[in-house]
Nanobody, 120 residues
Framework: QVRVAESGGGLVQPGGSLRLSCAASGSDSSISVMGWYRQAPGKQRELVATITSAGITNYADSLKGRFTISRDNAKNTVYLQMNSLKPEDTAVYYC??????????????WGQGTQVTVSS
């Protein structure tokens, strides 16, 4: 059973920084893409950033320059460094991991989410 677990959320003041971590465990297959999404109250879940096992990254345009995604393949762990945080960054942040069984079959697993609140 694949498990995806986020950590590192919390309360931070505007302009502050926070680092989220997410570890995927229990997979016998390789994990290709890992990423972060977020969902603010009353809004749809949106992409934050993704990273492949080769280190290719993709960011939401509005977050480029403030957020940085990185990954440790040996640990199946992905990180999200968030700087210059704004109140509008307040959301539940979800981690996702894509497990590749073979060339035709892959599954996306999601964590339970971690709350990030940006407020003074």
């Amino acid at each position: 059973q694949v498990r995806v677990a986020e950590s590192g959320g919390g309360l931070v003041q505007p302009g502050g920084s926070l680092r989220l971590s997410c570890a995927a465990s229990g997979s016998d297959s390789s994990i290709s893409v890992m990423g972060w999404y977020r969902q603010a109250p009353g809004k749809q879940r949106e992409l934050v950033a993704t990273i492949t096992s080769a280190g290719i990254t993709n960011y939401a345009d509005s977050l480029k320059g403030r957020f940085t995604i990185s990954r440790d393949n040996a640990k199946n762990t992905v990180y999200l460094q968030m700087n210059s945080l704004k109140p509008e960054d307040t959301a539940v942040y979800y981690c996702t991991a894509r497990v590749v069984v073979n060339q035709r079959v892959s599954y996306d697993y999601w964590g339970q989410g971690t709350q990030v609140t940006v407020s003074s």
